[in-house]
Antibody, heavy 116, light 113 residues
Framework: EVQLVESGGGLVQPGGSLRLSCAAS????????MHWVRQVPGKGLVWVAH????????TYADSVKGRFTIARDNAKNTLYLQMSSLRAEDTAVYYC?????????WGQGTLVTVSS | DIVMTQSPDSLAVSLGERATINCKSS????????????LAWYQQRPGQPPELLIY???TRESGVPDRFGGSGSGTDFSLTISSLQAEDVAVYYC?????????FGQGTKLEIK
C-alpha cells in the first residue's frame, strides 16, 4: 500500500524556518517525481515545488522561489521541504504528492502556521 | 501559467440526480504527440486530502465508481456524476498537467439539495 506521511509542521514566527518531511512507503520511491502542494484551510490547491527522480531537477512556484528548497533522500525514501523567511501567507496545509503523469497519491498533510 | 476556471463555484443536487462540473483551461492541454488531454479531476471530502478520480480527461482511477465520468478535449472539460450519492459531497478540482506549473481550478463545492 502506498503511504505518504508528512511531518514537521507547526507554529513558527514570521521570518522563521521550518523543515517538512514526507516518509514514503509501499512503492519504489526513487522512480517517481515528487511534489509539494499547499492549501490554505477552506481555500484551493496550490502547487509549491517539484523534484525529479534523482533530485537533480527542481522547480518552484514564484511565490516561494528563493525561500523554499525541495530535496529528497532516496536511500531513506524521504522527501523534504526546507522553508525559510516564512510569511503569514505561507500558512497552509502542506501535502506531499507522488506524480505518475498526474498526482496519483497524496499524504494527509501537515499544517504550517506562520504567526507571531 | 495555464489558468483553470471551473463553473459553477458551488452546486446543490438531489440524491440520485446528475451533477455536472465544468472546467476551462486558458490554453489547450491536448498533446499533439500522443493525442491525450493532460487533465485530471480530484475529489476532496471534508477534512481529507484530495483523491484522484479521473486522468487523461476521461480515464477513471482504479476503484472510482463508474457513476463518475470525465469528458472534453482541448480547453473545455466536464466531470459528471450520473446519480449523486451522499458520499459524493465534496469539493472537486480540475488540474492540468500539460505544462509546469501544474495548475488547479478554484474548486466546485458539491452539496445535497
Amino acid at each position: 500500500e502506498v503511504q505518504l506521511v508528512e511531518s514537521g509542521g507547526g507554529l513558527v514566527q514570521p521570518g522563521g524556518s521550518l523543515r517538512l518531511s514526507c516518509a514514503a512507503s509501499g512503492f519504489s520511491f526513487s522512480m517517481y517525481w515528487m511534489h509539494w502542494v499547499r492549501q490554505v484551510p477552506g481555500k484551493g490547491l496550490v502547487w509549491v515545488a517539484h523534484i525529479n527522480h534523482y533530485g537533480s531537477t527542481t522547480t518552484y512556484a514564484d511565490s516561494v522561489k528563493g525561500r523554499f528548497t525541495i530535496a529528497r533522500d532516496n536511500a531513506k525514501n524521504t522527501l523534504y521541504l526546507q522553508m525559510s523567511s516564512l510569511r503569514a501567507e505561507d500558512t497552509a496545509v502542506y501535502y506531499c504528492v507522488r506524480e505518475w503523469y498526474t498526482f496519483d497519491y497524496w499524504g494527509q498533510g501537515t499544517l504550517v502556521t506562520v504567526s507571531s | 501559467d495555464i489558468v483553470m476556471t471551473q463553473s459553477p463555484d458551488s452546486l446543490a443536487v438531489s440524491l440520485g440526480e446528475r451533477a455536472t462540473i465544468n472546467c476551462k483551461s486558458s490554453q489547450s492541454v491536448l498533446s499533439s504527440s500522443n493525442n491525450k488531454n493532460y487533465l485530471a479531476w480530484y475529489q476532496q471530502r471534508p477534512g481529507q486530502p484530495p483523491e484522484l478520480l479521473i486522468y487523461w480527461a476521461s480515464t477513471r482511477e482504479s476503484g472510482v465508481p463508474d457513476r463518475f465520468g470525465g469528458s472534453g478535449s482541448g480547453t473545455d472539460f466536464s466531470l459528471t456524476i450520473s446519480s449523486l450519492q451522499a458520499e459524493d459531497v465534496a469539493v472537486y478540482y480540475c488540474q492540468q498537467y500539460h505544462t509546469s506549473p501544474y495548475t488547479f481550478g478554484q474548486g466546485t463545492k458539491l452539496e445535497i439539495k
